[in-house]
C-alpha cells in the first residue's frame, strides 16, 4: 500500500494528483491546501476521473491526515512570472512559505520522501531538507527531469530525429546554470559532436523554455507535473537511473547544497547519487550553479527558523 500526499493543488498540483490516481500509482492520496474548497473541488474531480481505470482513493486532508504517508509532494507557493528572468527571484517570496510546511511536515512526525517542486526548486529543496532533518536521501527536488526532456527536444528537432532516439542529460541547477552534458550526448547510440557555436545556441534556446510557455499561456504546467510523477514512479517501482535535486555530501566534491544530479532509485530508496565524469566546460557550469543556490541560501536563511 503507498500513500501520497500533494500539498498545493493549483495547476500543477492538481496535475501531479490527477495523473498519480489514474495511473494507480498510489492507493490513497489526500490533497492539502490552504483553500479548503478548492482541495474538495479537485478531489471530487479526480476520483470522478480515475473510477474506471484506478482504485486509488482520493480525499482532502492535514498535515496530521499526512504523517504516515509515503510520499508527499510540494508545489505550493507563488509561480514565476513573465516578468521574472530568473527563477531566483522567487527565493524571497517563497522561502517562508516552504519553510513553514516543512515546518508542519517535522512537526507531524512525517518520515517518508519529500519531492519539492516549488520554484526555485534546488534551493526550496534545500530549505526543506533543513527545516525538516529528514535524510538528504527522502528529500527530492523535481528538476533534472524536466531540464532533459527539454534538452532532447531541442536535440531531436536539430537533428531531425525523435526525442526518445535522443540520449541525453540536463544536471545542475535548475536556472540559467543547467549542465546539458554534450560530453554524452548521443543520438541512436552514437556520439554526437557539436561546435562550440552549435553548443551555444542550444544551451540559450535551453534556458529559454520555460519563458517561452510562461509568456503565452502564464506557467509550466504539464511538463513539470509529468516529470514529477515519473520522478516518484521511479522510487515506487525501483527503476535504475534517476534524476532530481538532492543534497550533496561530497558528491561532485560539494557539500550541503541541493543541486540536480542522478541517482540511483531502488524500490521506495535513493541508493546513492551517481557521479558522471564532466568535461571543463561541464564542471565549470555545475559549480556556478553550486555557487549561486549557496548566494541565494545567504539570503534566505534569516527569513526562515531553524
Keep these: 500500500m503507498v500513500k501520497a500526499a500533494v500539498i498545493g493543488v493549483g495547476n500543477v498540483g492538481s496535475c501531479i494528483a490527477f495523473k498519480l490516481a489514474v495511473e494507480g500509482l498510489v492507493d490513497e492520496l489526500i490533497l492539502v491546501d490552504i483553500v479548503k474548497h478548492l482541495a474538495e473541488g479537485q478531489a471530487m474531480d479526480i476520483r470522478q ?37 530568473s527563477r531566483l527571484e522567487l527565493a524571497r517570496v517563497n522561502a517562508k512559505i516552504i519553510a513553514d510546511i516543512a515546518q508542519r511536515l517535522r512537526d507531524s512526525g512525517f518520515e517518508g520522501f519529500v519531492v519539492t517542486v516549488t520554484n526555485p526548486v534546488d534551493l526550496m529543496n534545500l530549505i526543506t531538507w533543513r527545516v525538516t532533518g529528514l535524510d538528504r536521501f527522502r528529500v527530492l527536488g523535481s528538476s533534472s527531469l524536466l531540464d532533459t526532456s527539454r534538452f532532447r527536444i531541442i536535440i531531436a528537432k536539430k537533428f531531425n530525429v525523435k526525442p526518445k532516439d535522443v540520449d541525453g542529460y540536463v544536471i545542475g541547477e535548475h536556472g540559467r546554470n543547467q549542465v546539458p552534458l554534450f560530453s554524452r550526448l548521443k543520438i541512436m547510440g552514437k556520439p554526437v559532436d557539436l561546435s562550440q557555436t552549435e553548443k551555444t545556441r542550444v544551451v540559450e534556446e535551453l534556458r529559454g523554455k520555460a519563458l517561452d510557455v510562461i509568456s503565452r499561456k502564464g506557467a509550466t504546467v504539464y511538463a513539470p507535473a509529468n516529470c514529477t510523477v515519473a520522478l516518484i514512479r521511479s522510487l515506487v517501482k525501483g527503476e535504475g537511473l534517476g534524476l532530481a535535486s538532492l543534497v550533496l555530501d561530497g558528491e561532485y566534491g560539494v557539500q550541503d547544497v541541493s543541486i540536480g544530479v542522478p541517482f540511483e532509485a531502488g524500490r521506495g530508496a535513493v541508493r546513492k547519487i551517481v557521479e558522471w565524469s564532466m568535461d571543463d566546460w561541464e564542471t565549470r557550469k555545475f559549480l556556478e550553479g553550486v555557487s549561486t543556490i549557496r548566494d541565494a541560501w545567504k539570503n534566505v536563511e534569516k527569513l526562515i527558523e531553524l
Design 49 to 85: 476521473a480515475s473510477a474506471m481505470v484506478s482504485d486509488t482513493e482520493v480525499r482532502v486532508g492535514d498535515y496530521e491526515d499526512i504523517a504516515d504517508a509515503d510520499f508527499v509532494v510540494v508545489t505550493a507557493g507563488k509561480p514565476r512570472t513573465p516578468s521574472m528572468k
